[in-house]
């Protein structure tokens, strides 16, 4: 399969604390992209990282890109009830986007 | 700020019989694509549009799938003959350029 995988599948933490998910990809890319998709809505893209940068930052957001391995994170510094969702890592093949099976991510107050 | 819009929100239908989804893209957008997302599943490609022409399909795109660009605002999906298992959420995206996409809130089409 050449879809990205994200880990963990869930995670759970406290309001204020930070969030990491992974993604791996098996094939060459241009860029990946997160999308946060909240419960029973569309996606909303977050932040794109082209495959000759290593590190981007936005926000409370930073995400880094391996490209010799593949893969990718998403930090989420301090955390807040309204980051609840599920995150999506996402690579252009083409003009289609290929998604991955997302973190849900759970803040709780 | 501008925002892809779909309609309906949600559609129940008869098994056998023709859907169609409409979006409204972005208005200075290019690119029009249509993606779905079965229950608890991962969102999935179908297909992007360009120029009045399909640009890229997946594998999912058969013959029961169409795409059309009737007017200048709006991008359609038409399921000719529905099947259970194409009950899913729609999402209709579009992009100035082949990169960052901007999602609609989805269509959830029941087939029953």
């Known amino acids: 399969s050449q879809q990205g995988e994200e880990d963990p599948q869930a995670l759970s933490i406290q309001e204020g604390e930070n969030a990491t998910m992974n993604c791996s990809y098996k094939?060459?890319?241009?860029?990946l992209q997160w999308y946060r998709q909240n419960s029973g809505r569309g996606l909303v893209h977050l932040i794109l990282i082209r495959s000759n940068e290593r590190e981007k930052h936005s926000g409370r957001l930073r995400v880094t890109l391996d490209t010799s391995k593949k893969s990718s994170s998403l930090l989420i510094t301090a955390s807040r009830a309204a980051d609840t969702a599920s995150y999506f890592c996402a690579y252009q093949a083409g003009t289609a986007l290929i998604f991955g099976k997302g973190t849900t991510l759970s803040v709780s107050s | 700020e501008p925002e892809v819009t779909q309609t309906p929100s949600h559609q129940v239908t008869q098994m056998g019989q023709e859907v169609i989804l409409r979006c409204v893209p972005i208005s200075n957008h290019l690119y029009f694509y249509w993606y779905r997302q079965i229950l608890g599943q991962k969102v999935e490609f179908l297909v992007s549009f360009y120029n009045n022409e399909i640009s890229e399909k997946s594998e999912i795109f058969d013959d029961q799938f169409s795409v059309e660009r009737p007017d200048g605002s709006n991008f359609t999906l038409k399921i000719r003959s529905t099947k259970l298992e194409d009950s899913a959420m729609y999402f209709c995206a579009s992009s100035e350029f082949i990169n960052i996409q901007y999602f609609g809130a989805g269509t959830r089409l029941s087939v029953l």
């Open positions: 094939t060459s890319i241009n860029n």
